[in-house]
């Protein structure tokens, strides 16, 4: 055992965020074929903030250690673990477990971050570049000269998407509230405010024949329209349902409803796709398929990253000890990229 400090968030139940938990443990030992990554940053994503609300479809039950990725060097390895891993910085998906100062992977699910980026950084692009990248290239299979819509461009993955867009040469429109129009423009993308007037009449004035994909994070009613801006053989993508995120009632049901309409939409005659994206899709069916996919993917995102294709921005930089804090800032719609813990 190391005499590293440690210590752990807790998530104990549906609770305020300063009603985290935060508290000692002991570094775990690695069983075979594992590691323990001393983490070095984890960030705050959506889906912790839907977690603590009792609202994320498949989260563990309560009490639980939040934390969806994480960056970290190897500190300690397992039996059959090649010893070539220890001292290496490696990124891990986890859904839960982020949020310790040591986490306990399977070795196979850590993928080596390339020498020149810093933790912090890397730990932008982990999640949301993932979601990005399968969702533009694996989904919706873009192709340079495309049209796309992208809602929420200024959000997390939005605003990896639209720049893995613009380095694949797809045009890209991007709603967002006005304070990120700047920002967007900037990195090439027609900015659309979401918050005044009919955003698809906007989007028809700046692609009258339709887009080749939408980007939908948001749920609810607005698929429907989404579903509407598509041009003749054009992918509409859902991957989230934020619009219900402060509802009460079935957590499944949004996600539900969502999948019903992607289904029947599917079944029509008119050459469109709906997808609903799950960046788990696939894992207990196949899980070495899995695996091979999101090292494949993840190593495109975080070269992109260093090539200086894509950039995603440090909103704020907090110690484990104040996760309440990092939270609350998160959730306040204030920011402009990823909140990210450190030990």
């Not at 001292?87 to 477990?97: I, N």
């Not at 959000?155 to 998407?161: K, Q």
């Not at 003749?232 to 539900?256: I, M, N």
């Not at 990253?305 to 000890?321: E, S």
Request: with cysteine.
């Amino acid at each position: 055992m190391s005499s590293h400090p440690f210590v752990e968030v807790v998530l104990p139940g549906v609770v305020a965020p300063e009603d985290l938990q935060v508290r000692p443990a002991s570094v775990p030992d690695p069983g075979p074929g594992q590691i323990v990554i001393a983490m070095e940053a984890t960030g705050v994503s959506f889906a912790e903030q839907q977690m603590r609300r009792g609202r994320y479809y498949d989260q563990p039950p309560f009490p639980f250690v939040p934390g969806y990725d994480l960056v970290g060097r190897v500190l300690s390895i397992g039996r059959g673990v090649d010893p070539g891993l220890a001292g290496r910085r490696v990124a891990a998906l986890v859904k839960v477990g982020g949020w310790a100062s040591h986490v306990l992977v399977d070795a196979q699910d850590a993928v080596e971050v390339p020498e020149g980026l810093g933790a912090a950084e890397a730990e932008t692009v982990v999640v949301n570049g993932i979601t990005a990248w399968q969702m533009l290239h694996r989904t919706a299979r873009v192709r340079a000269g495309q049209t796309v819509l992208v809602h929420g461009a200024g959000g997390g993955v939005g605003l990896i998407l639209v720049q893995l867009a613009r380095a694949a040469g797809v045009k890209v429109i991007g709603t967002a509230s006005a304070r990120h129009h700047d920002a967007l423009r900037e990195l090439d993308v027609t900015p659309v405010d979401y918050r005044t007037g009919d955003v698809p009449a906007q989007v028809r004035k700046l692609a009258p024949g339709g887009v080749d994909a939408v980007f939908d994070h948001v749920g609810g009613r607005g698929v429907i329209d989404s579903w509407h801006l598509l041009a003749p053989g054009g992918t509409l993508v859902c991957y989230g349902s934020a619009s219900t995120r402060d509802d009460t009632g079935s957590k499944q049901w949004p996600v539900l409803k969502i999948l019903a309409r992607t289904w029947l939409w599917n079944i029509l005659p008119n050459g469109r796709r709906a997808h609903f994206y799950n960046i788990w899709a696939g894992r207990t069916l196949n899980k070495n398929r899995f695996r091979a996919r999101l090292h494949t993917d993840l190593t495109e995102v975080l070269t992109a990253l260093r090539r200086g294709d894509i950039t995603a921005p440090i909103a704020a930089q907090l110690p484990l000890a104040r996760a309440a804090e990092a939270l609350r800032l998160a959730e306040s719609g204030t920011v402009t990229g990823k909140v990210v813990l450190t030990p």
